[in-house]
């Protein structure tokens, strides 16, 4: 469900006509829609509104700062990778009592950084980290909350690149490490374990790999309880999915029910870290046709868009719906639609059937809300597009375009 829709023969972003954002702020540019937004936030949310929870958006999905405010407003908490995360998700007011910090990597500053600003807790992937956080804490008298995140080992069936869940994976303990951890964790000082942590990868569309995670998380659990260990958080991650083409993931309803049902007699709090699916379809990038071009062997369709603004295609050879911005009926063809930037690897879509479209005319790539803007660079010194929030019939720059004195700027 989202609030982009075609009215008197062309596209709207809520009740703002996309052609005229385009005018007005220029291309490529990244439209959000705020009720999209609220309404993926509050149907995610009020799916586990029978068990203690808190729905942290993971601020990698989609970071700036107004869209993690409008986040918070609703009452999200946020799942954070790294100290410039936590320095958003604090920038956006997020109360630091609903912040989780997760990753692999966590260096001293950024331990101290989060130790300072009180998060609610960190989900630990490694020994060597705890052991890190224990000195970090213990330096500034503190005791530090955490999780450990443990790795079930359970295939999400989907792209190599974005499955965490998997004994190869990097990502995590394996449930016998975890055990050891457990009870390190007791021993040290500046350590409070009050939680378990698992994410087993993004884009998931079926439930089952969810219920199997959970489950071998649950009879862990009980294994630490009767080791005397109590913990009271449970972070289930992200992960679910979203029809970005034929896919059919589980509704949040679906999902919520399957793990209330299972977790509601622990007591233990649930956290939940949803990023694409409260982002991916509040979000689409808009193109001009710069221009189109005839080969013997194929018709490319060259936008002003390139894998720097969107790299999921070239990344995960991912599908992002494309569509004119007004409509024109005519006839298909089939088409990449590529970029300006000099690899042949920069494509927005490959072999698609597009209506023939035409310099000068604006497309819509559908789906560019989650992992879009916050994965995009300015490879080629390309200016990064201008972000716009629509709410309604207003819309406002939540971030400007950057200008070649940014490309610069911290080379001088
Ligand atoms: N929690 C943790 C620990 C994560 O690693 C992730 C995503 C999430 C939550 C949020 O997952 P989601 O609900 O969005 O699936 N760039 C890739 C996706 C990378 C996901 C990384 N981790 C893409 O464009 O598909």
Do not use: W
């Amino acid at each position: 469900m989202h609030h982009f829709e075609y009215r008197n023969g062309e596209l709207y972003a809520e009740d703002v006509p996309v052609r005229q954002l385009a005018r007005e702020y220029g291309t490529p540019l990244y439209i959000y829609s705020s009720s999209t937004f609220a309404h993926h936030f509050k149907a995610f949310d009020s799916a586990f509104s029978s068990i203690p929870h808190c729905t942290c958006f993971s601020v990698k999905a989609c970071s700036n700062v107004n869209i993690l405010r409008l986040l918070g407003s609703l009452g999200a908490g946020m799942d954070i990778v790294s100290g410039g995360e936590l320095h958003r998700a604090l920038a956006a007011g997020i109360p630091p009592e609903r912040i989780v910090y997760s990753g692999v990597g966590k260096k001293h500053a950024e331990i101290r950084q989060a130790l300072e600003a009180g998060i609610l807790m960190f989900n630990v992937e490694s020994m060597q980290e705890l052991e890190r956080i224990a000195s970090v804490a213990g330096e500034m008298h503190l005791v530090a909350r955490i999780s450990l995140r443990v790795n079930p080992d359970v295939d999400p069936k989907t792209h190599p690149y974005i499955s965490t869940g998997l004994k190869k994976n990097k990502f995590g303990l394996d449930l016998e490490q975890s055990l050891k951890a457990y009870r390190r964790a007791q021993e040290l000082d500046g350590i409070e374990p009050v939680g378990i942590d698992c994410h087993i990868g993004s884009q998931l569309t079926s439930i089952e790999p969810f219920i199997e995670a959970l489950d071998r998380v649950m009879r862990f659990y009980e294994t630490l309880k009767s080791e005397g260990i109590n913990i009271t958080y449970l972070d289930l991650g992200g992960g679910l999915g979203i029809p970005y083409h034929a896919e059919e993931p589980p509704h949040p309803v679906e999902y919520g029910r399957v793990v209330s049902e299972r977790i509601k007699d622990s007591g233990l709090t649930l956290i939940l870290e949803p990023g694409r699916v409260i982002a991916g379809n509040a979000g689409i990038l808009v193109t001009e046709v710069v221009y189109t071009k005839d080969t013997p062997s194929k018709h490319f369709v060259i936008v002003d868009a390139a894998m720097n603004d969107l790299v999921r295609p070239s990344l995960y050879q991912s599908y992002h719906r494309i569509a004119e911005v007004q409509p024109k009926g005519r006839p298909e063809r089939n088409v990449d639609v590529v970029g300006p930037i000099c690899e042949s690897g920069d494509f927005l879509a490959q072999d698609r059937d597009l209506p023939g479209v035409e310099q000068g005319e604006l497309l819509a790539l559908f789906s560019a809300g989650a992992y879009g803007f916050s994965m995009s660079s300015q490879y080629n010194s390309r200016l990064r597009a201008a972000e716009v929030l629509v709410e309604g019939s207003t819309a406002r720059v939540i971030r400007r375009r950057e200008t070649y004195a940014d490309l610069t700027a911290l080379e001088e």
